[in-house]
């Protein structure tokens, strides 16, 4: 059974960075590619950043280019989310998921629970 548990959600101050970690267990992890989601009240879910099996290739949504960054560990199962210069609008709940690479594209094929991360002025 896989599971995707992510960790590293808190209450931070605008300006602030806050790293995010992913532990994945029950896939052949490098077999995936990994990506984080978030999803602010109200709002629909947005893309947050993508990465490639073999961590050689990274993709990020606009509003998050130059602040954000996704990198993993496949030695360890794991995936971070680096969130740097955090602002109001990044105050969110948090989603990592998987995606088997032989798959380039379409829907993500297991889901974490989500962690909170809220940004205060």
């Known amino acids: 059974q896989v599971h995707l548990v992510e960790s590293g959600g808190g209450l931070v101050q605008a300006g602030d960075s806050l790293r995010l970690s992913c532990a994945a267990s029950?896939?052949?992890?490098?077999?995936?590619?990994m990506a984080w989601f978030r999803q602010a009240p109200g709002k629909e879910r947005e893309f947050v950043a993508r990465i490639n099996g073999d961590g050689t290739y990274c993709y990020y949504g606009d509003s998050v280019k130059g602040r954000f960054f996704i990198h993993r560990d496949n030695a360890k199962n794991l995936v971070y989310l680096q969130m740097d210069s955090l602002s109001l609008d990044d105050t969110a709940v948090y989603y990592c998921?998987?995606?088997?690479?032989?798959?380039?594209?379409?829907?993500?094929?297991?889901w974490g629970q989500g962690t909170q991360v809220t940004v205060s002025a």
């Open positions: 998921a998987a995606r088997a690479a032989i798959r380039r594209a379409g829907e993500y094929d297991y």
């Open positions: 029950g896939l052949t992890f490098r077999s995936y590619t």
